[in-house]
């Protein structure tokens, strides 16, 4: 009798002794069912999203595509991504997205270069050490995208005669749909570059420092990506009442620095129309070559340059308030002084 109760007790004590392995082992079993269930959803959603895509015009193709991730993410992986819409192609280098399988709305992005987009007529190229965007989405859409990018570098051709070139340490780039706006199809975007290197821009002023730029904006009558040109859906942007709203334009180069706040739009001959409130130090140079030195120009150019010996707190020349500065029918106007020698010229 004690020999049976010996033996029954030392059943038990084995069954709880290998309870929580066999346990784990059916848990690891069922969630891996369950992983390979939602990786099948996921390429089944995938693919149908990539054919509502292409009845709507715009053709994705991921090379050599695959699908892993396992246990918690699930991860797709393109050799390389192309996308094609009327006239306007672009083309990606390896890109990798992934999500959280308990999280699937919101999608980690990176992507290699070279980037190439064209539209026919302008083209952008561009490399970079590392870019990486987050795409927040809901059940009615985009709430938030973010992009970083560190050691870019793009170049674009097709808009002037010569070809545009620019390069930085980082840049940041944030779009979300504004809440408050929707009626008005409204956009918020904010922009930063450090430490940029602009050709143009020291040809245009002057010196060679490197340029901080930020910007946050609003741009309303923005329907996404349609696969215009740019020129089209510029015109269509400006037939529908659109508008740029700069709640905070600043840039810094060495000792000058402008900030401005307005609106932009485009007139009918597609020049930019509206005011900006500004404030700049050491742009006296700028003004000068605009003008050609003429003494018309030496109240502007008074105006937008600084006493080299008064100095901020943070070592710079403060800013000073300027008149407001108007573009209409092609010409800028500082306050009542129309700026000589400078025409606005149509953007397409």
């Known amino acids: 009798m004690a020999e049976a109760i010996l033996t029954e007790n030392t059943r038990r004590s084995r069954f709880w002794l290998y309870a929580p392995f066999t346990l784990l082992l059916l848990v690891a079993i069922a969630w891996s069912v369950a992983w390979f269930v939602i990786r099948n959803r996921a390429e089944v959603a995938l693919d149908a999203w990539l054919a509502a895509e292409a009845q709507g015009g715009r053709e994705w193709t991921c090379a050599d595509r695959t699908i892993a991730g396992y246990p918690f993410r699930i991860e797709i992986v393109c050799d390389t ?171 810094a180069k060495g000792p000058r620095r402008v900030e401005a706040k307005g609106q932009l739009k485009l007139d009918e001959e597609h020049r930019p129309a509206g005011q900006l409130s500004v404030a700049a130090a050491g742009l006296d140079g700028l003004i000068g070559k605009v003008t050609g030195n003429r003494a018309g120009g030496a109240l502007l150019g008074a105006l937008f340059g600084q006493n080299p010996r008064a100095k901020g707190n943070d070592g710079k020349p403060p800013l000073s308030p300027l008149p407001p500065l108007t573009l209409d029918n092609g010409f800028l106007a500082m306050g009542p002084f129309v700026i000589p020698n400078l025409r606005l010229q149509p953007l397409y």
Do not use: C
Request: charged share 25%; aromatic share 4%; proline share 5%.
């Open 81 to 251: 991504l192309d996308l094609k819409q009327g006239a306007v192609s672009a083309s990606f280098g390896r890109t990798e997205a992934v999500a959280q399988v308990y999280q699937p709305r919101l999608v980690i992005v990176e992507a290699d270069g070279p980037l190439r987009v064209t539209d026919g007529q302008a083209t952008v190229e561009g490399r970079w050490d590392l870019l990486q965007a987050s795409i927040h989405g809901s059940q009615t859409g985009l709430r938030r995208l973010s992009i970083a990018a560190t050691g870019p570098a793009f170049t674009v051709a097709g808009l002037m005669a010569e070809p545009l070139a620019a390069s930085g340490q980082r840049l940041e780039l944030h779009l979300r749909p504004n809440p408050s706006r929707e009626s008005e199809r409204a956009y918020d975007a904010a922009l930063s570059v450090k430490q940029a290197s602009l050709p143009l821009l020291d040809r245009l002023i002057g010196g060679t420092e490197l340029t901080d730029l930020d910007a946050d904006v609003t741009v309303t009558e923005a329907t996404g990506f349609q696969g215009r040109p740019l020129a089209e859906e510029l015109e269509r942007w400006r037939k529908a009442g659109g508008a740029l709203d700069i709640l905070m334009l600043s840039g």
